[in-house]
């Protein structure tokens, strides 16, 4: 059984199911994050299909500091707000009333786009509003127990005066480097550190202030446990990161069973997305950000590369031409397999939760046209893509079929122009004949002579035929597959590797063809 289709199967309540994930907008957020989004979606519409009532919320935790500046703002605009609560940071643009408001937003068009519909709800406004009060109070008066969770599960000595809570300095307006010492049960009394954080000083100040109605944060593991409680949470996955034997969400667990004396929501660890090999941090993310990818892949391609791969096993994603076209290539393989037998019970989970939810669940199948070939044909001078499109495809395109190609004919332009690299790109020479076609050995002339002989009997320049007449011809004059294939790219694209040879040929004219490979002898 699918994994979220089981957590739905085996939570029992007859409650309302809260599924919540959250989301510290500190600045454009990584594809990698999608990843959780999605994860918890994906538990919501299960749930949703056994029948279980359940809503899906999605918390923005604006009351952490600014840690860092990320690379592509103002550093000096910005670095004076290091250390401030995000939702008090100036927006890098006009279009949103505060940093967090700005960041979340792009996020929010992100999930938007996804299908993705979760209430959003922001730590500032519980704050504010004084829903926090009373976990803070509690958090206060039970701050021996808070220490203990901390010591006991992640080895971590706080001071015995440490109290869970972090005022924004009146001074300097900070909320990161203050240390709160004492707590009268109205009043807290802090010091705004200035070695209490690695990346930014306080200012010195200290005294007495409520940490009632906005006036400050609990930590961040301690914030966790007060918002399961306060929204009702039953279900929280987290990344890796946090779930290790002693990380946060362990501390989080303790504090919610030693100070709350209630258990915590059910949770399961997701692993990381891992780009172009490496763990890329949602400040680094050029390129990769959320946003970026999904102008760049359909939303059920999106949610796909997400749930093809169970969430414990890491994803490596790139959006080089093999990852993007075996992407599509593997969708497109589920696509045509659903409207058969051959559709496996472990594929069909995924490609419906890839689809964007819809009250009949179905799977809207189309007539595949690969994207690979789409890619080549783009970079053809002079081509009608329609007709070629036309003349490629076994069946009549219907209304529907022709939407999804022209979205992988966007797809493809888009690919072209911002992430393919040199090496990806099919550089025709129709002019005139490349430079290294000099490089061309007498062995590989001679094959050039059998294969002008049989491409002029050939009567079918269709890409398969082609391809394969281009390895027959290799049999009958005894030269290798490599260094027949290598002589056929010298001659067209003045480089050592291409695209299928037999596909390269049928983009191009017959005439053309033969012209180039008597040129070159
Ligand atoms: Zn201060």
Request: proline letters at 6%; a negative charge; charged letters at 25%.
């Amino acid at each position: 059984m699918f994994w979220a289709d089981k957590i739905a199967l085996d939570t029992e309540t007859t409650q309302t199911i809260i599924v919540n994930d959250s989301k510290t907008p500190s600045g454009r957020v990584h594809v990698g994050s999608l990843r959780g989004v999605v994860i918890h979606d994906v538990i919501y519409r299960a749930l949703k299909h056994a029948n279980k009532n359940v809503k899906f919320i999605y918390g923005v935790d604006d009351y952490d500091a600014l840690d860092t500046v990320p690379h592509y703002l103002d550093q000096e605009k910005f670095a004076p707000y290091l250390g401030f609560p995000l939702c008090n940071v100036p927006s890098p643009e006009d279009n949103a009333p505060d940093y967090a408001k700005f960041f979340m937003g792009e996020f929010l068009e992100v999930f938007n786009y996804l299908g993705i519909q979760p209430e959003i709800y922001y730590l500032r406004d519980k704050y504010r509003s004084g829903a926090m009060n009373q976990y803070i109070d509690t958090f206060l008066k039970n701050a021996h127990l808070v220490r203990e969770a901390y010591k006991q599960v992640s080895k971590s000595d706080r001071p015995s005066d440490w109290l869970p809570f972090h005022p924004i300095c009146e001074n300097c307006g900070k909320i990161a480097p203050t240390v709160t010492t004492d707590y009268n049960g109205k009043e807290v009394f802090y010091t705004c550190k200035p070695n209490a954080t690695s990346y930014v000083k306080g200012c010195g100040h200290s005294g007495w202030v409520s940490p009632f109605d906005g006036h400050g944060k609990l930590p961040w593991k301690v914030e966790w446990v007060a918002k399961w409680d306060l929204v009702g949470v039953n279900i929280e996955m987290a990344g890796k990161d946090h779930s290790q034997k002693g990380g946060s969400r362990d501390v989080a667990n303790s504090i919610c069973r030693k100070v709350l004396q209630k258990e915590p929501p059910f949770h399961s660890p997701y692993e990381f997305i891992l780009v172009n090999g490496t763990k890329m941090s949602s400040s680094k993310g050029v390129g990769s950000s959320a946003k970026e990818i999904a102008a760049l892949l359909p939303p059920e391609l999106l949610r796909f590369l997400m749930l093809r791969t169970p969430p414990k096993t890491v994803i490596n994603f790139s959006p080089n031409y093999e990852t993007i076209t075996r992407l599509f290539r593997d969708y497109d393989t589920l696509i045509t397999k659903s409207e058969t037998p051959d559709l496996e019970e472990k594929d069909k989970a995924p490609l419906i939760y890839s689809q964007l939810e819809t009250e009949s669940n179905q799977i809207s199948t189309y007539q595949a046209f690969d994207i690979s070939t789409l890619i080549s044909l783009l970079q053809v001078p002079h081509l009608d893509i329609e007709a070629e499109i036309i003349k490629r495809s076994p069946k009549t395109l219907t209304e529907f079929d022709w939407q999804i190609v022209r979205q992988r004919i966007n797809v493809a332009q888009k690919w072209l122009q911002d992430y393919a690299d040199e090496e990806e790109k099919l550089v025709l020479y129709l002019d005139r004949i490349p430079d290294r076609a000099q490089e061309i050995t007498e062995p590989q002339k001679i094959y050039f002579r059998k294969l002008i002989q049989n491409l002029e009997a050939i009567t079918d320049w269709e890409g398969e035929s082609l391809q394969n007449l281009i390895f027959a011809t290799t049999k009958q004059v005894e030269i290798s597959q490599k260094e027949a294939f290598q002589a056929i790219y010298f001659a067209f694209l003045g480089k050592e590797k291409g695209p299928k040879a037999g596909s390269l040929f049928s983009y191009l004219d017959k005439s053309f063809v033969l012209k180039r490979l008597n040129e070159v002898l």
